[in-house]
Nanobody, 115 residues
C-alpha cells in the first residue's frame, strides 16, 4: 500500500503564492506519474499538473506559467508551487500517484484564494 498526505493549503489573497507538499510512504518501487488534481464545489475533479518518472511535465492551460510541479525522489515528496493565485484556483487539491494501473490519492488540502 501507498499513503499520500498533502499539506500547505490555506487562505491566500489574490496574487499570492502557496506551495503544496505531498509526502508519500509505503512500498514505492516505481511510478508512472505523479500529479496534482483539484476539485471546486459543484465541479468535477480536474488535472492541474503532472510529472512523469522521466521528469516530463504537463499543466492545465489555466495554470501554465503560474504553477510548477516538482518532485524529490529521495524524500518521496512531490510539490506544487502556485504563484499569482486567482479566486478561481480555490479548490481542494489532491496529490496522485499512478503506477501499475493503480491510482493512489491523498485526502486533499483546501486552498482558498480570497481578499
Amino acid at each position: 500500500q501507498v499513503q499520500l498526505v498533502e499539506s500547505g493549503g490555506g487562505l491566500v489573497q489574490p496574487g499570492g503564492s502557496l506551495r503544496l507538499s505531498c509526502a508519500a510512504s509505503g512500498s514505492i518501487f516505481s511510478f508512472s506519474s505523479l500529479g496534482w488534481y483539484r476539485q471546486a464545489p459543484g465541479k468535477q475533479r480536474e488535472l492541474v499538473a503532472s510529472i512523469t518518472s522521466g521528469h516530463s511535465t504537463n499543466y492545465a492551460d489555466s495554470v501554465k506559467g503560474r504553477f510548477t510541479i516538482s518532485r524529490d525522489n529521495a524524500k518521496k515528496m512531490v510539490y506544487l508551487q502556485m504563484n499569482s493565485l486567482k479566486p478561481e484556483d480555490t479548490a481542494v487539491y489532491y496529490c496522485n500517484l499512478h503506477v501499475a494501473r493503480i491510482d493512489y490519492w491523498g485526502q486533499g488540502t483546501q486552498v482558498t484564494v480570497s481578499s
